[in-house]
């Protein structure tokens, strides 16, 4: 097993942005990286390796998040100025504005909701999805694709 240090040098980017996709803020993220880590340390003996590491860890950042939102549910709300979206990757659903979209993106089940969010808010690669929700490159492409889809579709139903 790799020294905690050396753990944290190969993820914390990776649990980073994950997290930052989540919250978009970057003060919350990094302090709830930070204590993702802390947890991590913890609990390592709990680590029984039948998933990834990167896995394992953001299951520890999402609980966290997740625990963050519980206690202060004035926060959920998204600031309009720190949301981004792949304007090459959504053409069609460019036309919406920013708080729409966000509606529409928060109906869509799960996992598509998921995979967009990390997508568009979080800039991570379908690699990087995939390793932390534990499933193939190839699966959070295709994720992504129907979320787009399905998106598109409601814009077009819309119109």
């Known amino acids: 097993m790799q ?32 204590e993702t880590f802390f947890q991590a340390i913890r609990s390592i003996d709990g680590f029984d390796g039948k998933c990834r590491l990167s896995t394992w860890l953001c299951a520890i950042a999402k609980n966290l998040f997740l625990s963050y939102r519980r206690k202060n ?9 720190e949301i981004a979206i792949a304007s090459a990757e959504s053409s069609a659903i460019d036309s919406l504005g920013k708080m729409e979209l966000l509606k529409k993106l928060h109906a869509l089940p799960e996992p598509y909701r998921e995979v967009a969010y990390l997508r568009a808010f979080g800039g991570l690669s379908f690699a ?9 490159e190839n699966w959070a492409r295709v994720s992504f694709y129907r979320s787009k889809e399905r998106l598109r579709k409601e814009v077009e139903e819309n119109e």
Do not use: C, F, N, W
């Open 73 to 81: 549910p004035e926060h959920e709300d998204i600031d309009e100025q």
């Open 3 to 34: 020294s905690m240090d050396e753990i944290y040098q190969q993820y914390a980017r990776t649990v980073y942005k994950y997290l930052l996709s989540l919250t978009h803020k970057e003060e919350l993220a990094e302090e709830l990286t930070q």
């Open 128 to 136: 990087e999805i995939g390793e932390i929700l534990g499933k193939t």
